[in-house]
Each structure stands twice: as C-alpha cells, then as structure tokens.
C-alpha cells in the first residue's frame, strides 16, 4: 500500500485502443443493497492483490452479472460478449453482434447491464456503436438457453448520431431508481468544438435517465429535470461512472482533455447537476483559459493532472463481503500508468487516498462486479483479475 505522495509513474503502454478513453484523442445492477448509510470504516488491509480468473479474451471492455446469479459476463470490444461460470471461460458466445457494430479506437460493444428484474422477464442491455458510427442502445432477451441470448430479439430503444469517432461515453447501467442511465461522451474531436457539453437540447455530452420499464421502449420520466432524456450535462468523456447502493452517491469518472483526470461524487437523486466541461477540465478554466464563471458548476472530489497518467478509468465502490476493510472505498485507475487507488467518499470529501501495490498490470480498460460485489480489473492484454486480500 502506497499513499500518493510516495507514486511512481509506470510507463505508458500502446496498444489498439490506446484512444478508447479518449485521453487527448484529438480529430449493471449493483449487488444485493445494504441498509441506508455508510457504515464507519473497519481496519483496512495493509496490502492487496489480483488473482487471475480469465485469459485470451479480446479487448475486455466490461464485466458484469445479472442480480443472483453466479456467473460473470465480458463484454469484447468488438462486438461479443463471454461468459465466465464456475472459473471457466465458456467457449461460446452469450452474443454476438460482431455484423453490427463498428469497433477499434473507442468504438465498439461497450458496455452491458442486466433488467433489474432478469431472473423473471430475461432482458437485458448494450450499448454499441453501428456501423455508420452512431451509438445505440438495444435491448435484447436471453433465450431458453440461459447461457445463449436471442440474436434476434433486438429493439433499438435510442439511437444518437455522433460527429467524431471518439469520445463515445460508453456505460449503460441501471440506478437505484431501477431506471437505465446511459453516458455520452461530448461527440469528439478536440476542446469540444461543437459545444456539446454546455448544451442542454443536445444529447452528447450528458447523462442521460431514461424508463425502460416497457420492454421494447423508454419513456422520459417526469422527475428528469430538462424535459428530455438528460440527467446531467458538462461531462467529457464519461467512459465510466458508478452507483454506491449503500448510500445512493452517483460516481462520474470523466476522462480529461490535455490537463487533468476527474472523479465527480453527488448524490444519485440530484438531477440537472452540470459538471463543468468544457468551460473548466477537472478544477481549472478551459474555455475561456482563466477567469471562466464556475457559479453552478460541479468541482471534482477527486483530480490528478497528467505528469500521473493520462486517462482516468472509473471503477466501483467495494461493497462485497471478501475483504471488509476496505468496503467503501472507491477503486480506479489509469489506462497508461495502470496503478490502482482508492478512496473513500465522506463529508464531501475524498478520504483515505491510498494506492495499492498489485504487482505490474497491462494497460486498465475497465472494471467489472459481481452479482456478490466483488471487484474485478480488466486489462488490455485480455485478462480478467479479482480484487482479493494479500493479508
């Protein structure tokens, strides 16, 4: 275990989607909820560790489970998604949709979540890019096979037009409000120069949280505060953001332009929260480069400027049941220095800032939960590795 000030910068790696979190690329339900509030800390472990659980996947972008259910599903950036049962990676797709979707950079399949209520209606989400490079998002049924899911049974319930190849957001994840909230990065390019982020008519850019609650549609609910489907607004590149069901705060890890890497926390239920790009990245001005108006603008928990990596990759909040020091913290990391840290979210503030020594990892795409709450780390090189106790 390492606090910040004793940070070592690892080397930056290269790879396929070295852009896929839009890092100066220029041109799932959550486990079982505990009860309300955030219990006090216990003693924390002095150290952790990865055990691998999964190998020769390609370009893992997420993993996640259905409520109650063993099994944990991988989402492959090209377009399939895998399922790892009892330790194994099965060798048959749960989907593909490879003939839909257009991938490499931050295109591809990106993310998937499971209905809240899976167990008894089999439906469940994706997020995409289509061949003309839009992003999609469709809901699909699993068949009577619970390990196959029904190609064929796909309705795209939103589709939005994106004029650059990059910053695509990417997560589709349910909320403790059982609504789908889905994130959109500010459409590409460089320094936004479409305007997106300040745009609340626009999509891009947003938060958006939409009632799927009717298979086959979704219906904007009356409490969004823009009349449409946006949540929140000002985000750049929202490659990765979380739910904490143990105290209904919203995490929005926004991947930065050329400056700084920012973790914004705000309660789940507060909607129309502006997060400031792109008059300001992370803390400082942007557009204007000094003296920007920050009034009504949300500043990160949490930032760090690129002299420690270049793209912030947001995990979850630990609430499994393997390694109870460390429940309530929020775990992340950095696709090119590829460390681990933590903290935990308290009175407003980031706490507990702590790096974790796991031993050398390849580039961190993303990472994945459990239906139990155990965290696992996604790597560009194909693997999958659970967070466990070294001690």
Do not use: K
């Not at 936004?192 to 086959?216: A, F, K, M, W």
Request: hydrophobic letters at 35%; proline letters at 7%; aromatic letters at 10%.
């Amino acid at each position: 275990m390492r606090t910040f000030g004793q940070l070592n910068r690892a080397s930056v790696g290269t790879a396929l989607i070295t852009c896929l979190v839009g890092a100066g690329c220029d041109s799932s339900t959550g486990p079982a909820q505990p009860g309300p509030g955030n219990p006090p800390p216990l003693p924390g472990p002095s150290a952790l560790a990865v055990q691998q659980v999964a190998s020769g996947l390609s370009s893992p972008v997420y993993l996640t489970a259905p409520p109650a259910d063993d099994r944990m599903f991988v989402v492959e950036q090209a377009g399939v998604i895998r399922i790892i049962e009892n330790g194994q990676l099965l060798p048959n797709p749960f989907l593909d949709i490879r003939s839909s979707v257009q991938s490499g950079g931050e295109q591809g399949l990106l993310s998937m979540t499971f209905d809240p209520d899976y167990a008894n209606n089999g439906l469940f989400y994706v997020y995409y890019t289509d061949n003309n490079g839009d992003s999609q998002i469709a809901q699909y049924a699993v068949s009577a096979d619970p390990n196959l899911a029904d190609a064929n049974s796909a309705d795209i319930l939103l589709s939005v037009a994106q004029p650059f190849s990059n910053h695509n957001g990417g997560l589709v994840m349910f909320g403790p409000d059982n609504m789908l909230y889905v994130g959109l990065g500010d459409g590409g390019s460089g320094g936004d120069p479409q305007e997106h982020g300040q745009n609340t008519q626009t999509l891009l850019g947003s938060l958006l949280r939409i009632d799927v609650s009717t298979p086959g549609t979704f219906s904007v609910p009356a409490s969004n505060p823009f009349a449409n489907e946006i949540w929140g607004y000002g985000l750049r590149n929202p490659w990765r953001y979380t739910f904490d069901f143990a105290t209904g705060d919203l995490y929005v890890a926004d991947v930065g332009q050329s400056a700084r890497e920012e973790v914004n926390v705000v309660p789940a239920a507060s909607g129309g929260v502006n997060y400031g790009w792109n008059t300001m990245e992370g803390s400082n001005c942007f557009d204007p480069p000094s003296g920007c108006d920050q009034s009504g603008l949300q500043l990160p928990v949490l930032e760090y400027d690129h002299g420690q990596g270049c793209s912030v990759t947001g995990g979850f909040v630990y609430r499994g049941t393997g390694i109870p020091g460390i429940v309530g913290h929020y775990f992340y990391s950095d696709y090119c220095s590829s460390w681990l840290r933590s903290f935990r979210y308290e009175s407003g503030s980031a706490t507990e800032e702590t790096e974790w020594d796991v031993g050398n990892l390849d580039n961190v795409l993303s990472f994945g939960q459990d239906a139990a709450g155990e965290l696992y780390i996604l790597t560009d090189d194909g693997r999958v590795y659970q967070l466990v106790g070294a001690n």
